[in-house]
């Protein structure tokens, strides 16, 4: 089935440790984007990619990383300088060649800090 | 910078009863606007996304509604049923980049 598979489910990070945040989607989709929440609140964006090779900051990019190296990949790097990275972090989809289509989302990551 | 609100933040209701969501935005240079389900744990469900040159969408029992000038958009759940319990969060689109600024959300709980 088409979708968008983001892993792990459940991740702990320790101080000072960087972890990566795994986001799949065999949808042929052009452009992709990273969404934190935060309990009760809605989705900020954090990067986003309109093209391989290419990615944006948005609004909350600070202790955030990215790569586009591959069409189907949007893997986020939460480092050590993320002083609250404790969230759930959302991955989704859409393309751009008609603006304004329907954007898809994974099912999320947990991110906890230890 | 557009903000988007969501009020209220919970609602319980009967089941059967109509459901009434409201979204109001602060900028009124949108590219569209888009409804989305989310359930507890889960990432977000498309219902139904109007384009700036539209008043309104409709989907089964699901009507949204969108009007530019006054910064409100509503989406209405015809007849509510249990399973219609979940978070609905709303979101204006900009042509650039097809970013989504996010309201935070209305929490639906229909009791049986």
């Known amino acids: 089935d088409g979708g968008i598979t983001q892993s792990p489910k459940y991740l702990f990070r320790k101080e000072g440790q960087n972890v990566t945040l795994s986001c799949e989607q065999n949808?042929?989709?052009?452009?992709m984007y990273w969404y934190r929440q935060d309990p009760g609140q809605g989705l900020r964006l954090i990067y986003y990619?309109?093209?391989?090779?290419?990615?944006q900051k948005g609004d909350i990019a600070e202790g955030y990383s990215v790569s586009r190296e591959k069409k189907e990949s949007f893997p986020l790097t939460v480092t050590s300088a993320q002083k609250n990275p404790t969230a759930f972090y959302l991955c989704?989809?859409?393309?751009?060649?008609?603006?304004?289509?329907?954007?898809?989302f994974g099912e999320g990551s947990w991110l906890t800090v230890v | 910078k557009q903000e988007v609100t969501q009020i209220p933040a919970a609602l319980s209701v009967p089941e059967g009863e109509n459901l009434v969501l409201n979204c109001s935005f602060t900028d009124s240079a949108i590219y569209n606007l888009q409804w989305f389900r989310q359930d507890p744990g889960k990432g977000l469900t498309s219902l139904l996304l109007i384009q700036s040159s539209q008043r309104e969408q409709t989907s089964g029992r699901l009507n949204a509604s969108l009007d530019k000038s006054s910064g409100r958009s509503t989406l209405y759940i015809a007849a509510s049923q249990p399973g219609d319990s979940a978070t609905y969060l709303c979101?204006?689109?900009?042509?650039?980049?097809?970013?989504?600024?996010f309201g935070g959300g209305t929490r639906v709980l229909v009791k049986p």
């Open positions: 979101a204006c689109g900009k042509a650039a980049g097809n970013k989504l600024t």
């Open positions: 989704a989809s859409t393309t751009v060649v008609k603006l304004g289509n329907t954007i898809y």
């Open positions: 990619s309109q093209i391989v090779n290419d990615f």
């Open positions: 949808l042929n989709h052009d452009a």
